[in-house]
């Protein structure tokens, strides 16, 4: 690949579901794309505005505790809770597969990436996707980031609370 304008595009859970199956490390990093980090190289705490010693992104790898679950659902999960951030930080925001060696934890906890190596787009057919996935689950769930007037009823507030 010449540029990281050329990256493949994953149009589908399923074409996802298939990179994380054969290709441990991968995380999702939802911005303006590689080409936008690559100069940056860095993120910044949106609170306090602290520089942070890499690229924020969160992990794809299945944990332990999934077992047989599908993938497919595991990575519905893992976009869907992310994906209020082009509403947030504009449209032009919009998520890829990269790998790369974790620096340290940024405030949420998230990882934090240096050498960083763009793996592919996510197409926004397969947001769409995710959502109508987790919409079918049976338990309540939500994108973490709420919107500031929903009362906690509206917002499924137990969204942390341990499960039975």
Known sequence: M???????????LGDLAALVRRAPGLHVRW???????????ASRDG????????????PLD???WWKDRPVELWVA??????SHLPRE??????PWVLRGRVEGRGPDNEPLLGDVEPIA???????????ATVARQQGEWGPM????????????????????
């Open 77 to 82: 999960r893992r976009l869907y809770d992310y």
């Open 62 to 64: 299945l944990e332990p």
């Open 47 to 58: 609170l306090t505005g602290v520089r942070l010693p890499g690229l924020s992104a969160n």
């Open 31 to 41: 911005s303006h794309g590689p080409a936008g980090d690559q100069d940056r190289a």
């Open 121 to 131: 787009w996510i197409d926004e057919a397969v947001i769409e996707e995710a959502q």
């Open 145 to 164: 980031q709420r919107d500031p007037e929903e009362s906690p009823e509206d917002s499924g507030s137990g969204r942390h609370e341990a499960r039975d």
């Open 89 to 94: 930080k504009g449209p032009a925001v919009r």
């Open 2 to 12: 010449s540029t990281l304008d050329e990256l493949p595009v994953l149009r589908s």
